[in-house]
Structures are given as structure tokens and as C-alpha cells.
């Protein structure tokens, strides 16, 4: 076992320059950590407690409830769907062989149940599709797009032959793609976007509305098809917020307020909150954190850009202490009570998790635990407590301690 100390200076060495999570393309230099796993454990606290709650995977990275079986759907990049009923994990689905895995940030990126899935037994699945098929598609430039697409459950499992691509977004590097999704109610569905990957934004996709890229989209699911819900003509349809680099992670809270951890580049990483339905500008990559994204200086040396076009970013943190890129997020109201009331995010580097807590008109970051291991996201349980999922591979759980 390699010590907590050790592997931050692993990661330091590895993840100093860029968040890892949304790293630069191969040809930049930078390695990702190894599969490392340091046990989670609480320095903070003792009214929580970490524990195993699975193992045996590659990197989970989603769970969700099942809408009528007593059960959790737990997806992986790999491709796998797994489902977890307290006692038995059986495979749900393998779309290995749809699933692009060329680079570390590729892959089954999120999958949500269709709002009427007792009915149709629909599932909605978010991931990198695998490029030309009968060619190597992971040398050169990348061939492989996000993708949506709708599939049908018989008798418990997904056939991947009922899997059928909905939208295709053409990605020009094979990092930054984003992929979260989210359903919110009439049938309508939340999406997020990278921006299109790459060193420095070379295309600034996130500030050019003609581009898919660097946002999330609000769309409805009818019918089997996918439309936009807005019916502007100025811009792209679909872009409901832009100017975000990786919106790995967001979520809802009951004012529907809609809250974003966006990865990013060389120095601050950061938490935004905006109302749903309002169209935003969120500033990347004419902002990083509360500065201008200057990647010739040195962090927060150049004063924040405060165009009245941009929302700040609510909460922020510095590439230090180990800290290199924020894995979100959860509205908690749910879970145990010490993590309820705000929304929930960690730090992929050092396993730190903070809790955005409303403080007058602001909200402050409270720290709520140092867990030690690589935190890849965040999930439900079978009794709704909090799953972290690591980047080894294993799935805990973050609950009361009633010891």
C-alpha cells in the first residue's frame, strides 16, 4: 500500500500543470497517475465514515436508481452497465465494442432512464462512439464523436443491437468531451459539452455559439427523437448555457437553480451556479476561475474579465496543496445529514470534498472530508447514501457514522 503522502507527490508530479481530468492531447507531455489505490479514509471528522461498498471495476463513473426495480444502475467507462441489488452484481449492458476507450477521457460518459420508462423500458446513453469501424482509429486525429442515443431493456439487460445513435458532435481532440446527462422533468433532458479538447482552447469553441461545443444543451426526448426545446434561430437551438471547458458534473436543486463543476486548465478549477432556464455565459476561455485565462502568465496574475456578458464562477480553488481537478457534483438532499444543504464536489487529486453552503447572498465552501483516494464522481447508493467512485476501480460510501 502507497502511502497518502507518496501518492500526493506522485500526483503533484503528474497533475500540477493541468486538471487532470481534462488534460491536454498526448502530443503536450503530460501523464496520467497510475491506478493507484489509497484506502478512503476521514482526517476530519468522526460523525462520517468511508467504507468499501463495491469492487471489481474499471473506472465507475455514474449510479442511478432504478425507476421500479429495488436496484442501482452503475455505469463504467469501459462500457459496462452493471446493476447492484444489495446481494447480486449482474451486467446489465456491454457496449465495449461501440465505445471509443482511445484515450483516458473516452468512453461511456453518462446514461440516464428515458422519464417514461415503465412504459417504454427506454435508457438514454451518453459516450465517445468508436470511430470508423474496421480501421485503427486510435492513430492520428481522432474520428470518434460524442454521441446520445436511445436503447431498449428486455428482461432486465440492454441488447446492444437496440442501441440507436440520436445526435452525433464531431470532436477535433479526443479529450474535453464533457457528456453528462441529466433529465429534468417534461420530457425534457440537460447535456453537457466539452470544449472540443486541446491545449488553450485553440478553437474557442466555448465563445462561439455556432459551435455545439463548450456548453450544455436543453433538448426534449419524444417519440424516439431528439429536437431542441427553444425555438431561437439567432444561434444553435440547443445551447441553453455556454462557456464552459468540461462540464464533467452538474445538477438541480429544488429553486431550480442549475449548478456546474467545469475542470480547468492550468490553475483554478471551479463551481458555477446559474438559473436553469436563464441562457448564461459562463467566460471560458476568456476567464479561468475569478482571473483572465492568460496560459503565458503566471496564475491569477491577470485581473478577472467583468464583461457583464460573463457569470462568475461561485466558488473556486487553486492548483495547490495537491489539488489539480474538481470532480462534481450533487445537490445534497439527501444522504447523510452532515452533507446536506448544498452541493457536493471533490478534488481527482487529493480525494478533498467541500460542500457549497449559502452564506447571505454567497456560498462558502465548507470542507467536509479528505478522503485520500482519486475521486472520479459521485453517486446514490441503494439506501441513498453518497458513493464516491475512485479512480482504482472501487466504489465506497460516505454515510453517518453511528458508532
Known amino acids: ?5 507518496l501518492l500526493a507527490c506522485i500526483l503533484l508530479l503528474n497533475c ?3 486538471g487532470c481530468l481534462s488534460s491536454e492531447e498526448e502530443d503536450t507531455g503530460y501523464e496520467w497517475p497510475e491506478r493507484v489505490e489509497v484506502s478512503c479514509n476521514l482526517d476530519l471528522r468522526d460523525d462520517l465514515i468511508c467504507k468499501e461498498y463495491l469492487t471489481g471495476f474499471e473506472t465507475p463513473i455514474a449510479s442511478i436508481h432504478h425507476p421500479s426495480e429495488d436496484e442501482i444502475w452503475i455505469a463504467d467507462l469501459s462500457g459496462v452497465i452493471s446493476a447492484w ?7 446489465v ?5 461501440i465505445v471509443s476507450r482511445c484515450h483516458i477521457e473516452q468512453g461511456l460518459l453518462s446514461f440516464v432512464f428515458e422519464e417514461n420508462f415503465n412504459t417504454t423500458q427506454t435508457v438514454l446513453l451518453s459516450y465517445i462512439g468508436n470511430g470508423t469501424v474496421g480501421t485503427s482509429t486510435c492513430e492520428g486525429s481522432n474520428d470518434s464523436n460524442l454521441i446520445i442515443a436511445d436503447s431498449t431493456v428486455v428482461n432486465g439487460t440492454i441488447d446492444i443491437a437496440s442501441v440507436r445513435p440520436l445526435r452525433e458532435i464531431s470532436q477535433p481532440y479526443r479529450n474535453h468531451n464533457g457528456g453528462h446527462l441529466l433529465g429534468i422533468g417534461n420530457n425534457q433532458y440537460l447535456w453537457g459539452l466539452g470544449d472540443g479538447g486541446g491545449s488553450n482552447s ?3 469553441n466555448a465563445q462561439n455559439l455556432s459551435s455545439p461545443l463548450g456548453a450544455i444543451h436543453l433538448m426534449e426526448y419524444a417519440n424516439g427523437t431528439i429536437s431542441p426545446v427553444s ?5 444553435n437551438p440547443y445551447i441553453l448555457h455556454s462557456g464552459l471547458r468540461n462540464p464533467w458534473r452538474f445538477d438541480v436543486d429544488p429553486n431550480n437553480g442549475l449548478w456546474i463543476t467545469d475542470v480547468g486548465q492550468n490553475c483554478y478549477e471551479e463551481v458555477n451556479y446559474v438559473p436553469l432556464h436563464e441562457p448564461s455565459n459562463l467566460g471560458w476561455s476568456v476567464n479561468e476561475g475569478m482571473h483572465q485565462f492568460n496560459p503565458t502568465e503566471e496564475c491569477g496574475s491577470t485581473p478577472l474579465n467583468t464583461d457583464s456578458n460573463y457569470t462568475d ?12 481537478s474538481i470532480s462534481g457534483g450533487e445537490w445534497m438532499d439527501w444522504g447523510a445529514p452532515a452533507l446536506r444543504d448544498g452541493y457536493l464536489y471533490g478534488d481527482f487529486c487529493t480525494g478533498s470534498i467541500w460542500l457549497a453552503k449559502a452564506n447571505g447572498s454567497a456560498w462558502d465552501a465548507e470542507l467536509i472530508a479528505q478522503t485520500g483516494t482519486m475521486i472520479v464522481g459521485f453517486g446514490h447508493s441503494l439506501n441513498d447514501d453518497l458513493l464516491i467512485f475512485s479512480w482504482a476501480g472501487i466504489i465506497y460510501v460516505l454515510e453517518e457514522n453511528i458508532s
Open 313 to 324: 464562477p461561485v466558488v473556486t480553488y487553486p492548483h495547490e496543496g495537491g489539488n489539480c
Open 93 to 97: 449492458a456491454n457496449l465495449s465494442s
Open 231 to 235: 425555438n431561437s434561430t439567432d444561434t
Open 85 to 91: 441489488d444489495g446481494e447480486e452484481l449482474r451486467t
Open 1 to 5: 500500500m502507497v502511502t497518502r503522502t
Open 202 to 204: 485553440p478553437f474557442k
Open 16 to 18: 500540477s500543470l493541468v
